[in-house]
């Protein structure tokens, strides 16, 4: 192909996948297979790694996120971001609504729309192309987060049809209730403490340094403003349904997510409406907002110091209930970490029965200041389980007895830990503790682990009940009599389990690793610490100081190393599980050279032969390391196009030598 061929089939590879990519998640109503669509996007990621010349910056490819971003740089909003008043009864509704019909010369027009409990983001396009994705920040200034923004499929890169030459989108970036609820069963399955909300933990996923774990975890959108200067729209309603022409995800009449209302009535009816159906949404809502459709009579109504006069938002109580708390119990989790769980009298809220409510740990229980017995209020806002918000004193009963933590675990009894800093307990005796002996082989056995899928949770409970078991590296000494001779276990079963616990000792180190089930070793950090270590003989033998240096591994995740590396019991386990021939080491490495000598880089800007991902790899694989934000232990800054002026000043105030990219090609010759 010559030049010019290539650099139209990346344009037209460009285009067919952000089609592509809207069909699916704009309209989910996909044209191709998942499978043709990766055909498709591979197609372009080599032809943009030969050519890179061609690549364009919104590519469908820059999607999958990658590089580490470093601090998030400050941008002033053109329009300020401003918040809503809020009301809470529908007559401040009816009073709002009052004042709007006798501030206004004709009888204004009204837009309800949906308040998307989430965070709010201004997209600005030029000329059709994703230009900066900011933050709310302070309404004057936020943070620039356009690379993670990238990696929301639902956000289009590219616009289509007849949109402005310039303006900013505003809307809502929210966390999927399925994509929520999936990520907190991988936190359990990893044995760490769940995210609270769906809200606090969009907010959190947009402030990731790296995009790859943002595009992972399936962020959405939904739009709900269009800025700009001479845009020629008359109403709201009438911009928001363009966007959603140009590309947009935006609320649409036939989802009820939106709706021109005429009067109060109309007004009422869509708030009643949303009120009770907003449980069956597939994201979480926490109000609605009612807007003066007309941009003239907006103007006209104009703004207070910190609202527009022209909307208000109608928030939903967060549904609560009274109940009696009988109890509190406590959960021991596979890697030893205690939950107090409440005891509830059965209650109705938001249309389910509760009986439990998640309690977190001490701190919470003393600042409730809880006592058995006590009149609770149970509240259902953003969490997925309730939880206790308050506690009805006057009708404490007499002699009431307080909830005080337990000091022993209640399956093992063995004192509790509670490390400085950290606000949850845990029982320490992993070795000799059923819940967490048993939570560590069904981690053991899991698909991202060993994929022993031939074994299930009761299979284990039978196993270790009939003490056939009491560790993972058990499972490889058990016979097919073993699983015989267990109850309801039939011939074919048996063979089954054997044959998947032999297939799992040709999985890769890295699942191995992370099958051994060490806390805050998920599956990216074993991942990074078995291509960095090759061997778990190094990774064992190694230090905090080298565990730290390593990009992304932080204390908390050395010390648990050192942890559980230090224990005779893991010792014993690991080197029985090598005589069995599981993968300890990674087959193929990549040969680490010494030439960087451990010097420290970091990389700015847009290079023109190699990606920024490349980049970092070519200085681990020369043994050089990785930071993402210059400091005085940095040696180099390697400069690419672009590169943000406020960095490159600070490298010149420390000294960092400043070389650009061919010079570092150059130095790994
Ligand atoms: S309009 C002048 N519409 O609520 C403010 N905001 O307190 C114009 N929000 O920061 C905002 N859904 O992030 C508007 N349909 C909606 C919304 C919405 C959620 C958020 C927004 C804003 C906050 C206002």
Not at 90 to 109: F, G, Q, V
Not at 380 to 390: D, L, S
Request: with cysteine; net charge negative; hydrophobic share 35%.
């Amino acid at each position: 192909m010559s030049k010019e061929e290539i650099k139209k089939k990346i344009q037209a590879l460009s285009e067919e996948l952000n089609k592509h990519n809207h069909a699916y998640y704009v309209l989910s109503a996909p044209t191709i297979s998942d499978f043709e669509f990766d055909q498709l996007l591979k197609e372009l990621e080599r032809l943009e790694k030969e050519h890179p010349e061609f690549a364009f910056d919104n590519s469908p490819t820059k999607r999958v996120g990658g590089d580490i971003t470093e601090n998030f740089e400050k941008v002033t909003h053109i329009y300020p971001m401003l918040s809503l008043s809020n009301s809470y009864s529908k007559e401040e509704i009816i009073d709002w609504e009052n004042r709007i019909k006798k501030l206004s010369e004709t009888a204004p027009t009204y837009v309800c729309e949906l308040k998307y409990d989430g965070v709010a983001i201004g997209i600005r396009y030029n000329n059709g192309q994703f230009d900066k994705a900011v933050t709310r920040g302070d309404g004057t200034q936020g943070e620039d987060v356009s690379a993670n923004v990238r990696t929301i499929k639902s956000i289009p890169l590219q616009l289509q049809g007849n949109y402005p030459e310039q303006f900013e989108i505003r809307g809502e970036i929210f966390f999927p209730l399925k994509r929520f609820e999936e990520l907190n069963r991988q936190r359990i399955e990893q044995g760490e403490p769940l995210y609270a909300n769906p809200r606090n933990t969009a907010s959190g996923t947009l402030k990731q340094q790296n995009s790859s774990k943002v595009a992972e975890r399936g962020l959405d959108c939904l739009l709900y403003g269009v800025y700009g200067d001479n845009l020629n729209f008359e109403n709201h309603s009438q911009a928001v349904a363009k966007a959603g022409n140009w590309g947009f995800k935006v609320p649409t009449e036939k989802q009820n997510y939106i709706r021109v209302c005429q009067n109060i009535d109309e007004i009422m009816d869509f708030i009643t409406y949303w009120d009770t159906e907003r449980k069956n949404l597939p994201f979480e809502i926490d109000g609605i907002v009612v807007k003066v459709d007309n941009y003239r009579q907006q103007d006209e109504l104009g703004f207070t110091a910190k609202s527009p006069r022209w909307a208000i938002a109608y928030k939903f109580k967060a549904e609560t209930a009274e109940t009696i708390l009988e109890e509190v119990t406590y959960q021991v989790g596979r890697t030893g970490a205690i939950t107090p769980v409440a005891n509830l009298q059965a209650v109705l809220l938001a249309g389910t029965t509760v009986k439990r409510a998640s309690l977190h740990n001490q701190d919470q229980i003393e600042k409730l200041d809880l006592h058995l017995g006590d009149s609770v209020y149970v509240e259902k806002g953003g969490e997925i389980i309730p939880k206790i918000v308050g506690v009805n004193v006057d009708k404490r009963p007499a002699n009431a007895e307080v909830v005080k933590f337990i000091e022993r675990c209640p399956e093992c009894d063995h004192e509790l830990l509670r490390k400085e800093g950290e606000a949850q307990h845990y029982c320490p005796n992993e070795m000799g503790c059923s819940p967490q002996i048993r939570g560590k082989i069904e981690h053991f056995i899991s698909r991202k682990a060993l994929d022993i899928d031939g074994l299930g949770p009761e299979t284990i409970d039978l196993l270790y009940q009939n003490k056939l078991i009491k560790n993972y590296a058990d499972l490889f000494d058990l016979s097919f009599d073993d699983f015989y001779d267990l109850e309801r276990m039939a011939d074919k079963s048996a063979n089954n389990a054997i044959q998947s616990i032999a297939s799992s000792k040709e999985v890769p180190f890295e699942r191995v690793l992370f099958g051994l089930g060490i806390r805050h070793v998920g599956e990216t950090v074993a991942k990074k610490l078995a291509r960095h270590f090759v061997h778990i003989d190094k990774l064992q033998n190694a230090d905090l100081e080298s565990l730290i240096a390593i990009d992304e591994i932080g204390e908390k995740i050395a010390e648990s190393l050192i942890d559980f590396f230090s224990k005779e019991e893991n010792k014993e386990i690991i080197e029985r599980l090598k005589q069995h021939g599981l993968q300890f080491e990674i087959n193929n490495p990549v040969e680490i050279k010494e030439t960087l000598n451990n010097q420290t880089f970091v990389i700015s800007g847009v290079f023109k032969n190699v990606s920024r991902n490349e980049l970092k790899e070519l200085i681990e694989q020369n043994g050089g390391k990785n930071t993402g934000s210059i400091s005085s232990k940095t040696n180099y800054l390697v400069a690419g196009e672009n590169m943000g002026p406020a960095k490159l000043a600070k490298a010149e105030k420390l000294g960092v030598k400043i070389i650009s990219e061919d010079e570092f090609l150059e130095m790994i010759k």
